[in-house]
């Protein structure tokens, strides 16, 4: 069973940044594309950024498009989520999650439901 633990939240002023990173365990990280999903409080979990196995290939939610930046580092099983010029609004727990089928799958389309594991989450507070 794959752990991913996530790292990075903090509380940040607007226009500020943050790094989010998730390590996860197991041997086969470099097989299957990673995501970043938001929840904010009394929301449903929302998509933020997704990168496929290799990293050559990434999508993201209209809402942090120019300010976001997903990557991975394989050889550290790690997946990254730069967040930079933070607004009140994203204010959430972030979540990391493992797509659920290797090399394949509706991974892109950034749904919940494509991914199988998911961290414990870390808290994005952004104050005005």
């Known amino acids: 069973q794959v752990q991913l633990v996530e790292s990075g939240g903090g509380l940040v002023q607007a226009g500020g940044s943050l790094r989010l990173s998730c390590a996860a365990s197991?041997?086969?990280?470099?097989?299957?594309?990673m995501g970043w999903f938001q929840q904010a409080p009394g929301k449903e979990r929302e998509f933020v950024a997704v990168?496929?196995?290799?990293?050559?290939?990434?999508y993201y939610a209209d809402s942090v498009k120019g300010r976001f930046t997903i990557s991975r580092d394989n050889a550290k099983n790690t997946v990254y989520l730069q967040m930079n010029s933070l607004k009140p609004q994203d204010t959430a727990v972030y979540y990391c999650?493992?797509?659920?089928?290797?090399?394949?799958?509706?991974?892109?389309?950034?749904?919940?439901?494509?991914?199988?594991?998911w961290g414990q989450g870390t808290q994005v507070t952004v104050s005005s």
């Open positions: 999650a493992k797509q659920r089928f290797a090399y394949g799958g509706e991974w892109f389309l950034g749904r919940a439901v494509d991914f199988g594991s």
């Open positions: 197991g041997r086969t990280f470099s097989s299957y594309a």
């Open positions: 990168i496929d196995w290799s990293g050559g290939t990434t």
